[in-house]
C-alpha cells in the first residue's frame, strides 16, 4: 500500500506561484507512476501532470508551460510548481500513485486563484 500526504495548497492571486508537495510513505523508486489530478468546482477530476519511474512526464495542454513536475528520491516527495496561475487553475489538487496495477489518491489539497 502508499500512504500519500499533499500540502502546499492556499489562496493566491493571478499570476503568482505556489508549490504542492505529495510525501509517499514508501519509496518512490517502487511506484509505477506519480502524480497529480484536479476537480474544479463543478468539474470532474482532470489530469494535470504526471511522471514514471523512468522520469517520463506528462502534462495537460492547459498547464504546459507554466506547471512543472519534479521528485526527491531521499525524501520520498513528487512536486508540483505552479507558475502564472489563473482563476481557472482553482481546484483540489490530488497526490496520485500507481503501485502494483493499483491507484492510491491523496487526501487533496484546496488551491484558490483570485484577486
Known amino acids: 500500500q502508499v500512504q500519500l500526504v499533499e500540502s502546499g495548497g492556499g489562496l493566491v492571486q493571478p499570476g503568482g506561484s505556489l508549490r504542492l508537495s505529495c510525501a509517499a510513505s514508501?519509496?518512490?523508486?517502487?511506484?509505477?507512476?506519480m502524480g497529480w489530478y484536479r476537480q474544479g468546482p463543478g468539474k470532474q477530476r482532470e489530469l494535470v501532470s504526471t511522471?514514471?519511474?523512468?522520469?517520463?512526464?506528462n502534462y495537460a495542454d492547459s498547464v504546459k508551460g507554466r506547471f512543472t513536475i519534479s521528485r526527491d528520491n531521499a525524501k520520498n516527495t513528487v512536486y508540483l510548481q505552479m507558475n502564472s496561475l489563473k482563476p481557472e487553475d482553482t481546484a483540489v489538487y490530488y497526490c496520485n500513485a500507481v503501485f502494483l496495477e493499483r491507484d492510491y489518491w491523496g487526501q487533496g489539497t484546496q488551491v484558490t486563484v483570485s484577486s
Open positions: 511522471m514514471s519511474s523512468g522520469d517520463r512526464t
Open positions: 514508501r519509496s518512490i523508486f517502487t511506484i509505477q507512476t
